[in-house]
Antibody
Framework: EVQLVESGGGAVRPGGSLRLSCAAS????????MSWVRQAPGKGLEWVAG????????GYADSVKGRFIISRDNAKNSLYLQMDSLRAEDTALYHC?????????????????WGKGTTVTVSS | EIVLTQSPGTLSLSPGERATFSCRAS???????LAWYQQRPGQAPRLLIY???TRATGIPDRFSGSGSGTVFTLTISRLEPEDFAVYYC??????????FGQGTRLEIK
C-alpha cells in the first residue's frame, strides 16, 4: 500500500519560513511525478506545486511563484516544499500527493494518492 | 489558466437517487485530461475518475464520468449513504498548472 506522510507544518509569523517534508513508502518513488496541494480552512483544493520524477521539471501556482520551492530526494523517497515569505493567505492544510501511472515526465497530472496533510498557520 | 466551474454548488438528494455533477472549463481541456475526486469530511480527497471517463482502482461502477472539450459530467447512478460528500473536478491537460473546480456539496435531502 502506498503511503504518504507529511511533516513540518506549524505556526509561523508573516514573512517567516517553513520546510514541509513528505515521506513516501510502498512505491517506486522515482517512477512518479509528485505535488503539493493545499486546502484553506473551509475552502476548496488548490494546487501549489508539482515536480517530475527527477526534479528537472517543476511548476508552481501563480500565488506561490517566487516564494515556494518544490524538490525531491529519490534516494530518501522524500518530497519537500520550502516556503519563504509566508503570508496569512498561505494558511492551509498542505497535502503531499502522488501523480498517477505514466506521470514520471510531468509536473502536472491527476493525483491517485493523497497524504493526510500537515497544517500551516501564518499569523501575527 | 483554465478555469473550471462546477454546478450546482449544492445538490440535495436522497439515497437511491441519481446524482449528476457538471464541470465546465473556460477553454478546451486537452486530451480529456479531466479527473474527479470525492472528499468526505475530515478526510483527504479520493480519486474517482481520470481521463474524463476511466474509473480509478476500487471505485464502484455506480460512478461514471463523461464529456470532452469544455463540458464534463460525473454521475452516481444510485446514491449510497457514504456518497454524501464534496466532489471536485480537476484538469491536468494544460501546462503550466493544474486547476480544480470550486466543488459541489452533495447533501442528504
Amino acid at each position: 500500500e502506498v503511503q504518504l506522510v507529511e511533516s513540518g507544518g506549524g505556526a509561523v509569523r508573516p514573512g517567516g519560513s517553513l520546510r514541509l517534508s513528505c515521506a513516501a513508502s510502498g512505491l517506486n518513488f522515482d517512477d512518479y511525478g509528485m505535488s503539493w496541494v493545499r486546502q484553506a480552512p473551509g475552502k476548496g483544493l488548490e494546487w501549489v506545486a508539482g515536480i517530475n520524477w527527477n526534479g528537472d521539471s517543476t511548476g508552481y501556482a501563480d500565488s506561490v511563484k517566487g516564494r515556494f520551492i518544490i524538490s525531491r530526494d529519490n534516494a530518501k523517497n522524500s518530497l519537500y516544499l520550502q516556503m519563504d515569505s509566508l503570508r496569512a493567505e498561505d494558511t492551509a492544510l498542505y497535502h503531499c500527493a502522488k501523480y498517477g501511472s505514466g506521470s514520471f515526465l510531468y509536473f502536472y497530472y491527476y493525483i491517485d494518492v493523497w497524504g493526510k496533510g500537515t497544517t500551516v498557520t501564518v499569523s501575527s | 489558466e483554465i478555469v473550471l466551474t462546477q454546478s450546482p454548488g449544492t445538490l440535495s438528494l436522497s439515497p437511491g437517487e441519481r446524482a449528476t455533477f457538471s464541470c465546465r472549463a473556460s477553454q478546451r481541456v486537452g486530451s480529456s485530461y479531466l479527473a474527479w475526486y470525492q472528499q468526505r469530511p475530515g478526510q483527504a480527497p479520493r480519486l474517482l475518475i481520470y481521463g474524463a471517463s476511466t474509473r480509478a482502482t476500487g471505485i464502484p461502477d455506480r460512478f461514471s464520468g463523461s464529456g470532452s472539450g469544455t463540458v464534463f459530467t460525473l454521475t452516481i447512478s444510485r446514491l449510497e449513504p457514504e456518497d454524501f460528500a464534496v466532489y471536485y473536478c480537476q484538469q491536468y491537460g494544460s501546462s503550466p498548472s493544474i486547476t480544480f473546480g470550486q466543488g459541489t456539496r452533495l447533501e442528504i435531502k
